[in-house]
T-cell receptor, first 110, second 115 residues
């Protein structure tokens, strides 16, 4: 069973803090990893992707991948109320589909 | 900038009716996907489509579902005889590059409600 697991939250952080979102996956054959943001009633919007072990930074966002531990995370620095959304972790196993987790709801309060 | 547009944005239908959901790429894309998301649940893969053929489909994508690209532009998902449990958001996605690892970009979705 190929699974992607996320804590559903909500994760509540104050404005300006670092939000840390975590995702684990079960299939060691997973090749690429994506973080999408989804506002209520809207479609998934790509935040970041990562293929290799280590960190990848893009503005306020950092994705971290540890293939040995089958773990991928997303850090959001200087969190803003506009970052309040559900964050979806998605994994590709080198097939033509993405497998999504259930998402973590992030709440950033002023 | 939207990668694809989808029509209609909302559709209400009676159980047993056929529905056609449409996805219109902005530019000349080759790799398309349909996903669905039942309210409160995860995004689920339905089918991928390349070069006018299905390349992969999930167990959800049974004989009730079909996809085609009838005019070389619009990409459609047809549900032949809708069931209550087909009520969901349906997302079209497209991939720019030729490798599986590359990012899929999602359209705005069609909210389908089956009564």
């Amino acid at each position: 069973q190929k699974e992607v697991e996320q804590n559903s939250g909500p994760l509540s952080v104050p404005e300006g803090a670092i939000a840390s979102l975590n995702c684990t996956y079960s299939d060691r054959g997973s090749q690429s990893f994506f973080w999408y943001r989804q506002y209520s009633g809207k479609s998934p919007e790509l935040i970041m992707f990562i293929y290799s072990n280590g960190d990848k930074e893009d503005g306020r966002f950092t994705a971290q991948l540890n293939k040995a531990s089958q773990y991928v995370s997303l850090l959001i620095r200087d969190s803003q109320p506009s970052d309040s959304a559900t964050y979806l972790c998605a994994v590709n196993l080198n097939t033509d589909k993405l497998i999504f987790g259930t998402g973590t709801r992030l709440q950033v309060f002023p | 900038e939207p990668e694809v547009t989808q029509t209609p944005s909302h559709q209400v239908t009676q159980m047993g009716q056929e529905v056609i959901l449409r996805c219109v790429p902005i530019s000349n894309h080759l790799y398309f996907y349909w996903y669905r998301q039942i309210l409160g649940q995860k995004v689920e893969f339905l089918v991928s489509f390349y070069n006018n053929e299905i390349s992969e489909k999930s167990e959800i994508f049974d004989d009730q579902f079909s996809v085609e690209r009838p005019d070389g532009s619009n990409f459609t998902l047809k549900i032949r005889s809708t069931k209550l449990e087909d009520s969901a958001m349906y997302f079209c996605a497209r991939r720019k590059g030729s490798t599986f690892q590359e990012t899929q970009y999602f359209g705005p979705g069609t909210r389908l409600l089956v009564l």
